[in-house]
């Protein structure tokens, strides 16, 4: 499991976080899987492309699970 660091930043949106992790190229690929429905949060998928992601809360995609610490 990786790990992202918010870096004293209250959250990161999630299309953000996607791009950022290297999840997805870019923010556009990363809202299109979000909008698919590919894209899970604390165990449920999350179709908000701009959801706040906190910490503690846990990210997955593609078989890929970060954590944001």
């Known amino acids: 499991m990786e790990e992202f660091d918010l870096q004293g930043r209250?959250?990161?949106e999630l299309n953000n976080l996607m791009k950022l992790t290297g999840m997805c190229p870019s923010g556009g690929t990363a809202k299109l899987m979000i909008?698919?429905?590919?894209?899970?949060?604390?165990g449920q998928v999350e179709l908000r492309k701009r959801c706040k992601i906190r910490q503690g809360q846990v990210v997955e995609y593609e078989g890929r699970k970060v954590t944001i610490i």
């Open 10 to 12: 209250e959250f990161v």
């Open 35 to 42: 909008a698919e429905g590919l894209v899970i949060v604390d």
